[in-house]
């Protein structure tokens, strides 16, 4: 026999005040039910993941990767139309006599509609590569700021570090090799 089978058949049968009894109980039960569900028993979410060095991090690396190959590209064409500039100067100096002054060149040159739109073709891609260099040096600061959050995230607790330790890494060179 249970517990509350001998409450049910005792003395608080007998007063009268079973059914409070059981009620109030089941209020109890219900109610911290209640309460730890809704604000208890709750778990920590996971800490975030953060590189402390960003040389770890691929995605910085490959980021890396894909604006090396965008000032590369830039630059090629800077130097290709430095080269077509060059050979423009050396055809209107070889139409010009021998000892002509550079005075007189560059004046032909600024009457020259070849050499005008050379000019801005180097203007143009000059004004590019001073954009790329500069979404380049952004993107660098921004992920510096970003490693140094990180590095006071992890040392006030509210980050966890992925870095591979130094042996690992040089570990994993040597396999590589």
Do not use: S
Request: aromatic fraction near 4%; include cysteine.
């Amino acid at each position: 026999m249970g517990c509350w089978k001998v409450l049910e058949t005792g003395c608080l049968r007998r007063i009268g005040m079973w059914a409070t009894w059981r009620c109030a109980a089941r209020v109890v039960v219900c109610g911290g039910l209640i309460i730890c569900g809704v604000c208890g028993c709750k778990r920590k979410p996971p800490l975030p993941e953060v590189y402390l060095n960003r040389a770890n991090d691929a995605t910085y690396v490959e980021q890396l990767q894909e604006m090396r190959v965008r000032q590369i590209e830039v630059a090629e064409v800077q130097m290709a139309i430095a080269r077509q500039m060059t050979q423009h100067v050396e055809r209107v100096k070889a139409a010009f006599p021998q000892g002509v002054g550079e005075d007189t060149l560059n004046a032909a040159l600024a009457e020259d509609p070849a050499w005008q739109e050379l000019e801005a073709q180097a203007k143009a891609q000059a004004d590019l590569a001073q954009q790329v260099w500069e979404a380049c040096r952004d993107a660098i600061r921004a992920r510096m700021l970003e490693q140094d959050r990180a590095e006071q995230d992890v040392q006030a607790g509210r980050a966890k570090a992925v870095d591979k330790p130094l042996h690992e890494r040089i570990a994993d060179d040597a396999k590589k090799e």
